[in-house]
C-alpha cells in the first residue's frame, strides 16, 4: 500500500522518490531548478497560495489531527508548513497528511521557537554572548540542531540579532546586545551551529534570522513601537548583523514587527527588496512574525487584502498565522494588484528551501524515533551547557576576594530565586522541561555533599504586588508566591542569615519578567528584594548577590552596598550546576558584558561606541560643569561598561604595539600586546582591541570593537597577543552610503573592556 502511494506521488509531480521505508536509500530527483519549474507547472493558483501559508499548530494532538480545520487545508494543499508543533510522532502525522492526501504531495516544513537550546536548553542568547566564545556558541547551536532535528523539527526561528542599547525593550534578553561587529560574529556562529556544511543532513536546520530591521531600536524601549532613524545609523549600527547573516547563507529572514520611519518592515519594499535581495544578495526567503501582516491594518497601511498586497509586493513570501495571502491574493492578483509572477517568485523560494532541506527526497527525514529517543537531553549535551553556562556569567563585583567560596560552613541561601528551578531556563525556551532543570539549592547542596550546610529561606517573593508578580510568572514558571505577610518571610531569612558563615542573596528578575512584551519603565531590582537585599547585609555577614536578569539593570544601591556581585543571566538546563561551579571556584568566570549597566534609567538609550559632542564633558567623576553635555543629576558614564567582567585572577597588559604607524589600503598591519595572568588562579581573559578615526567625512564614534580574543592563561603565565587590522575593519558607511575605509589617523586600545587605557595609532593612507 505504501508503495503504490509512493507511485502514484511520483507519477503525479513527474519526480522520483518521496516517503522511503525505513533503512532504504533516499530516491535521487532532478536538479532543483529543473525539478521545482516542473512542480510550479501543475500547481493551480490556491495551490501556490498554500505554500506561503504558515500556521500554527497549537490545535493538533496525536489521533485528532486529521480532523482539524487545519489539517483540512493541509490535505487541500493550503498549508505551506506548521510551526510549534513537538515530537516525531506528531509531525509524522501532519506530514503524511501532505504527502498522501494533498493532490501534489508537497511535504510541509516544520518550525519552532528553537532560541537558546531545545530540551537541553542553554543560557538565554543574552548571557550567551557574554561569553565572547565564538567556538562554545557555535556548539549550543549543534546541539541545538541535532535535538530538534532529532524530534521533527527542521526550521528555527534563531538567531535574532537585533541590536539594542535600551534595556527597558524585553527582547534584549533574546539579541547578543550593543555592538554590530560582536553581533555579527555571533550571527555567523549561530547560523554556522544550525545549518551546518548540509543542509539536506537529518541533522541540520534551516535559521531564520530575525527581526529585520531595527526591532531592537523601538522608541521608549516599548515592544512593537515605531522606529525611526537615519540611514547613517542604520547602515553603520544596526544592520550590520544582518548583513552578517545573509552572508553566511542563512536560509531565511523573519521581518520585524515595528514600522521603519513611517512604513512597517512587514510591507517595506525598500527593506524587503532594494536592501536585502538587491544589496546583500540574499537568496533564501522572508517570512512575517506572528500575524504581522493584518497587524498592518492597525499600522493605517489599509485593509486586509490591501496590506497583503502591500507585504507581497513588498518581498514577503510566507504569512505566518495571518492568512492574509490565501485569503486575499487571488482576489489582488485579479485586480491587477499583485502579478502572477510575484506570486510564482514567492512560491519558488518555498519550494527551493524544502529542496534544500532534502524534504523532497523524503518527507519523513527528519521523523526518526529512534533518533528521538537517543538523541535528546543526553548527559553529553547537559555536560556541555553546564560549561556553557558557566562560561556566561559575569562577576561584576568581588571585594576582598570574597568568592570563590569555600565548600566548609554554613552558607545560608536566601531570595525568592533561590529554589526557583521553573524559571532557570529563562524566557523562549519553548521546548525546554522546566521540571528537569537544576535550581541553585539544588546545584548548592549537590556541589557541598556532606562538606557544608546549606541552610535556605525564601526571603522575599518576587514582589509586593501579587498582581506584577502573576504577570512576571506566566507559561508555568511560577515563583510559588508565598502568601505569608512580608515581615514573617524576612524574619525567618533573617534567622537562616543569623545561623550562616556567608549568605547568597538569590534575587533579580524572573524568567518571564525579560523577553518579548516586558518592557519596563523601571529597570531595579524590585523593591521587596532591595529591602531583604538590605536587611541581610545589616547582618554584618557576608553577602554575595546572585544575580537573575535576562536585561542590563539598575544596579547601582546594589553596587554600593553588597561585597560582591555574579550575574547569572538565566542559565538554562544547568543552571544551578553551573552556579556552584562559579561560586565555588571549580570554574573561573570569564563573561563580560555585550550591553552597557546604566547607573540610571534617565542615561538610557545608552552604548559605549557613541559620538562625541562638540562640549564633551570633560572629566569622568561625576562633577557638574555648566555648558558641558552633562547631567545635572547624574554622571555621564555607567555603572558596568560594555566588556566589563572581573576574574578571580588579575590580568595585566602592556608594550602595545603596531607593526607599522602606516595601513596602506590594499595592506595590514599587526597589532601585539603582552596579555600576564598575575594572579593565583587559571583564567580565560577576553581581550578587546578597539578603534577610533579620528577625522571622517562624518562624525565617528569614540569607539569601535574590531577584535576580540578569548585567552586561556594559567596563573604567573604571559602571552603575546597579535591582532591584524585591514582597512576593511575600518571602512563605515558615509553620507552617500559608500562602503568606505577613509584616509587619515586612527587610535587602536587595547584591554580588557571598552575603557581599555593600553594606546598607540597609525595612519591609513591610500
Not at 546 to 573: C, H, K, M, Q, Y
Not at 593 to 606: A, K, N
Request: proline letters at 4%.
Amino acid at each position: 500500500m505504501i508503495k503504490k502511494t509512493l507511485l502514484a506521488l511520483m507519477i503525479s509531480v513527474s519526480i522520483t522518490g518521496l516517503a522511503q521505508k525505513k533503512g532504504e536509500k533516499a530516491t535521487v530527483i532532478k536538479p532543483k531548478k529543473e525539478f521545482i519549474d516542473e512542480l510550479l507547472s501543475k500547481m493551480t493558483l490556491e495551490e501556490k497560495l498554500g505554500q506561503l501559508n504558515l500556521p500554527t499548530s497549537d490545535d493538533f494532538t496525536t489521533g485528532t489531527a486529521g480532523s482539524t480545520g487545519t489539517a483540512k487545508k493541509i490535505e487541500q494543499g493550503k498549508v505551506g508548513g506548521l510551526f510549534n508543533i513537538k515530537s516525531v510522532k506528531k509531525i509524522r502525522e501532519m506530514q503524511r497528511l501532505a504527502v498522501e492526501k494533498s493532490r501534489l504531495h508537497i511535504p510541509l516544513i516544520f518550525g519552532m521557537d528553537v532560541i537558546h537550546g531545545y530540551e537541553t536548553v542553554f543560557p538565554i542568547p543574552l548571557g550567551l554572548s557574554t561569553s565572547w566564545d565564538m567556538p562554545m556558541i557555535e556548539k549550543s547551536a549543534r546541539i541545538a540542531a541535532q535535538e530538534a532535528t532529532a524530534d521533527g523539527i527542521c526550521w528555527t526561528f534563531s538567531p535574532m540579532v537585533d541590536i539594542s542599547r535600551d534595556p527597558r525593550w524585553g527582547r534584549a534578553s533574546e539579541g547578543s546586545g550593543e555592538d554590530p561587529f560582536l553581533g555579527s560574529r555571533i550571527a555567523e556562529a549561530m547560523i554556522k551551529g544550525y545549518q551546518g556544511s548540509d543542509l539536506s543532513a537529518n541533522n541540520t536546520m534551516m535559521a531564520c534570522v530575525k527581526h529585520f530591521a531595527l526591532y531592537g531600536a523601538a522608541e521608549a524601549g516599548r515592544d512593537y513601537n515605531t522606529t525611526d532613524m537615519s540611514l547613517n545609523r542604520m547602515y553603520n549600527e544596526y544592520f550590520p548583523p544582518y548583513k552578517a547573516g545573509a552572508d553566511a547563507g542563512a536560509g531565511s529572514f523573519m521581518v520585524s514587527f515595528n514600522d521603519i520611519n513611517g512604513i512597517p518592515a512587514t510591507g517595506n519594499k525598500w527593506l524587503l527588496t532594494d536592501v536585502l535581495r538587491k544589496q546583500w544578495g540574499f537568496k533564501g526567503f522572508v517570512v512575517t512574525d506572528y500575524t504581522g501582516i493584518p497587524e498592518m491594518i492597525e499600522h493605517g497601511m489599509g485593509d486586509l487584502q490591501t496590506v497583503s498586497a502591500l507585504s507581497m509586493n513588498a518581498g514577503v513570501e510566507m504569512d505566518m498565522v495571518g492568512e492574509g495571502f490565501l485569503g486575499t491574493l487571488k482576489k489582488s492578483l485579479d485586480e491587477g494588484k499583485v502579478t502572477q509572477k510575484r506570486i510564482d517568485d514567492a512560491v519558488r523560494l518555498i519550494l527551493e528551501a524544502k529542496y534544500n532541506l532534502g524534504l523532497f527526497k523524503d518527507p519523513y527525514l527528519y521523523c526518526d524515533e529512534n533518533r528521538a529517543k537517543t538523541e535528546i537531553f543526553t548527559a553529553s549535551n547537559r555536560k556541555s551547557a553546564r560549561e556553557i553556562a558557566a562560561a556566561s556569567m559575569v562577576l561584576l563585583k568581588n571585594d576582598n576576594q570574597l568568592l570563590p567560596l569555600k565548600k566548609s560552613g554554613t552558607i545560608g541561601l536566601i531570595g525568592p530565586l533561590a529554589d526557583a528551578m521553573e524559571n532557570m531556563n529563562g524566557t523562549w525556551s519553548v521546548a525546554g522541561d522546566i521540571t528537569k532543570a537544576v535550581s541553585l539549592r539544588k546545584g548548592l547542596e549537590d556541589a557541598v555533599g556532606k562538606n557544608a550546610k546549606i541552610l535556605y529561606a525564601k526571603g522575599s517573593n518576587l514582589d509586593y504586588n501579587e498582581t506584577f508578580e502573576a504577570n512576571a510568572t506566566m507559561f508555568g514558571k511560577t515563583l510559588h508566591r508565598d502568601s505569608r505577610s512580608p515581615e514573617v518571610i524576612l524574619k525567618e531569612a533573617l534567622d537562616v542569615a543569623k545561623q550562616s558563615d556567608v549568605i547568597l542573596a538569590a534575587i533579580g528578575e524572573s524568567a518571564e519578567l525579560s523577553g518579548e512584551s516586558t518592557s519596563r519603565t523601571n529597570i531595579k531590582i524590585p523593591q521587596v528584594q532591595k529591602d531583604l537585599l538590605k536587611a541581610l547585609i545589616a547582618t554584618g555577614k557576608p553577602v554575595v548577590v546572585v544575580l537573575f536578569t535576562g536585561r542590563p539593570l539598575d544596579l547601582t544601591d546594589e553596587d554600593a552596598s553588597a561585597p560582591a556581585i555574579l550575574n547569572t543571566w538565566f542559565a538554562g538546563t544547568e543552571a544551578g550546576n553551573a552556579i556552584a561551579d562559579v561560586l565555588f571556584g571549580a570554574v573561573n568566570p570569564s563573561g563580560k558584558l555585550t550591553m552597557t549597566f546604566p547607573r540610571s534609567i534617565g542615561q538610557v538609550p545608552i552604548f559605549y561606541s557613541h559620538k562625541n559632542t562638540g562640549r564633551p564633558l570633560a572629566n569622568s567623576e561625576g562633577k557638574f560643569e555648566k555648558f558641558r553635555s552633562n547631567y545635572i543629576d547624574e554622571r555621564n558614564e555607567p555603572l558596568y561598561a560594555f566588556g566589563y567582567g572581573l576574574s578571580y585572577t588579575k590580568f595585566e597588559y602592556s608594550n602595545l604595539k603596531v607593526s607599522s604607524d602606516k595601513l596602506q589600503q590594499n595592506g595590514s598591519i599587526t597589532v601585539t600586546v603582552d596579555l600576564a595572568n598575575t594572579g593565583n588562579y587559571d583564567g580565560y581573559e577576553v581581550a578587546q582591541l578597539y578603534t577610533r578615526d579620528l577625522v571622517g567625512s562624518i562624525s565617528r564614534p569614540v569607539r569601535e570593537l574590531k577584535g576580540f580574543q578569548k585567552v586561556w592563561l594559567k596563573k604567573g603565565e604571559k602571552k603575546t597577543l597579535t591582532f591584524t587590522l585591514t582597512a576593511n575593519d575600518l571602512k563605515f558607511y558615509n553620507n552617500d552610503l559608500q562602503f568606505v575605509a577613509e584616509p587619515g589617523d586612527f587610535e587602536v586600545y587595547v584591554g580588557g573592556d571598552s575603557n581599555a587605557k593600553l594606546q598607540t595609532k597609525f595612519e591609513l593612507v591610500n
